[in-house]
Nanobody
Framework: QVQLVESGGGLVQTGGSLRLSCAAS????????MGWYRQAPGKERELVAV???????NYADSVKGRFTISRDNAKNTVYLQMNSLKPEDTAVYYC??????????WGQGTQVTVSS
């Protein structure tokens, strides 16, 4: 079992930056992928960024060029650097561990609010 704890959310003005962290309770080196998702009020949860075991990454079109996902296997931590934040980035951000074929693990979420 893996426990994921997100941190780093908060209130920031448009154009500002935040770095989210996701600390895992055990090694994430062998999981298929680690991802960041977000859910805004009244909307479905959506994938923001993913980093796979081999290091490849993918981003939602809406965040390409602004967000960067990275991982530190020694610290069992995944990061999401968010720059040039926009009000539409406001959401609860969740960390995800893809452990297929076992069910995925989710963190409790961290709120990101971008004021205009």
């Amino acid at each position: 079992q893996v426990q994921l704890v997100e941190s780093g959310g908060g209130l920031v003005q448009t154009g500002g930056s935040l770095r989210l962290s996701c600390a895992a309770s055990r090694s994430i080196f062998s999981v298929n992928a680690m991802g960041w998702y977000r859910q805004a009020p009244g909307k479905e949860r959506e994938l923001v960024a993913v980093i796979r075991r081999g290091g490849s990454t993918n981003y939602a079109d809406s965040v390409k060029g602004r967000f960067t996902i990275s991982r530190d296997n020694a610290k069992n931590t995944v990061y999401l650097q968010m720059n040039s934040l926009k009000p539409e980035d406001t959401a609860v951000y969740y960390c995800n561990a893809d452990t297929y074929p076992r069910p995925p693990y989710w963190g409790q979420g961290t709120q990101v609010t971008v004021s205009s």
